[in-house]
């Protein structure tokens, strides 16, 4: 005849179960561990998030448009690229990543509102670019 497994000990399983009701009473009720995972969740997301925010601020495009004077406006341009578009208004777009663009403007003196002298540079150049386009980089644009 096969012989079965000796039975358990009632007091062993009652300790166990002492335990587990010990465990689990108190404040460190199983609410109160889901509470603060979920915190803790909430709180490295928050984080994952804002670093990722300031880490792409140089990395987000921008475009400046301003009008310049129609017979003195000057370009000087180091390591952008220059396109001159037919338009009706006479203005200057400089457009590219914020960490690639350093832009000086100069106003006329008679009208504070046009620009006479515009330097735009690219200190990161161009020089890693596909066939040395600096188009995505640094773009004016002149209509």
């Not at 009632?10 to 889901?34: D, P």
């Not at 880490?55 to 017979?71: E, F, H, S």
Request: charged letters at 15%.
């Amino acid at each position: 005849a096969a012989r079965s497994a000796p039975p358990v000990p009632r007091q062993a399983l009652g300790s166990s179960a002492e335990a587990m009701a010990h465990k689990t009473s108190g404040c460190h009720s199983g609410w109160f561990r889901r509470f603060v995972r979920l915190l803790c969740l909430m709180i490295a997301g928050s984080v994952l998030a804002l670093l990722s925010a300031v880490i792409n601020i140089p990395n987000t495009r921008t475009a400046i448009v301003k009008p310049y004077a129609l017979k003195r406006f000057q370009v000087q341009v180091h390591g952008c690229d220059v396109e001159i578009v037919p338009g009706p208004a006479a203005v200057v777009t400089v457009s590219g990543t914020r960490g690639t663009l350093d832009l000086k403007w100069f106003n006329s003196l008679t009208d504070n509102s046009e620009a006479q002298v515009l330097v735009a540079t690219n200190p990161r150049g161009c020089g890693e670019t596909y066939q040395m386009r600096c188009h995505t980089l640094c773009l004016v644009s002149i209509a």
